[in-house]
């Protein structure tokens, strides 16, 4: 369950940055239409309404992801407890939740590792393109490395250093309600 949790957290984060983005594209292409003053030069385009958007993008999007290191610890630990305490003969609820956290710590790191570094490779290789190896800007290698840089910026600024939060808050909360479970 701790390594589930910390994929799922992971695949939320990456997923509403995604949704986040695609608005923010409609909502620039609706500006571009809309006032052709923008790409002339001689009106300015709606920032505010771009920033409202990324605002409340990040806002509603994140919430599940947010309950999720609250709410798996408490009910992993009470279901054990109260429902599967008479399956497991000497296994107790304190026992589930201590692996919860191991578990979910040792694939935490691991993961946000395997992202931050990722991410910034992808990011890397693109810089590294634009300088004018493997055919430089306007190349099928540029355009692959575009591509890549779009899922790693995800990866390397949103999923990994989230995941040091969630890993953080499990043990936290872990620790907070570990009266429940014995």
């Known amino acids: 369950i701790g390594a589930a949790l910390v994929f799922f957290f992971a695949s939320l984060a990456i997923r509403a940055v995604s949704k986040a983005a695609g608005e923010m594209v409609e909502e620039v292409r609706r500006q571009f239409r809309e006032d052709s003053g923008i790409l002339a030069g001689t009106t300015e385009p709606d920032y505010a309404k771009c920033v409202d958007i990324a605002t409340r993008g990040a806002l509603k999007t994140m919430v599940v992801p947010a309950l999720l290191p ?46 931050n570094n990722g991410g910034g490779a992808w990011d890397n290789a693109k810089k590294y393109i634009e300088e004018g190896n493997h055919g430089g800007k306007k190349s099928p290698a540029h355009a692959a490395a575009v591509v890549g840089d779009t899922i790693g910026d995800p990866f390397k600024d949103t999923a990994g250093p989230s995941i040091h939060v969630l890993v953080k808050l499990l043990s936290t909360i872990c620790l907070v309600t570990a009266v429940l479970f014995v």
Request: proline share 2%; no cysteine.
């Open 70 to 115: 609250i709410l798996v610890p408490v009910v992993f630990g009470l279901v054990f407890r109260f429902v599967l305490a008479d399956h497991f003969d000497g296994f107790e609820a304190y026992m589930a939740v201590g692996a919860l956290i191991m578990v979910g710590t040792i694939v935490g790191i691991l993961m946000a590792n395997f992202l």
